[in-house]
């Protein structure tokens, strides 16, 4: 349906993850496999359901995933 690399939306969100990476980078070891873990699993997941949905066959599908990549967001702010 879409090639989602040419998608601004996935590519600023590429570029949002690359930044969580870098600041969580300077987190306490402590927090690797809690806190950090969780911030960066959420990153990923925003770009990552962008481009999953990009593969679907309807917009209806491709919607589902957007919504999805907007849930991961609301938690990466939270």
Known sequence: MYNY???IVWQKSMVLVE???TLTASFPPEEKFGFTSQIRRC???IPSNIAEGTG???KKAFRSFL???NGSMNELKT
């Open 5 to 7: 690399k040419e998608l």
């Open 19 to 21: 930044k969580v990476y």
């Open 43 to 45: 990153a990923v997941s």
């Open 56 to 58: 679907r066959k309807s």
């Open 67 to 69: 919504e999805i990549s």
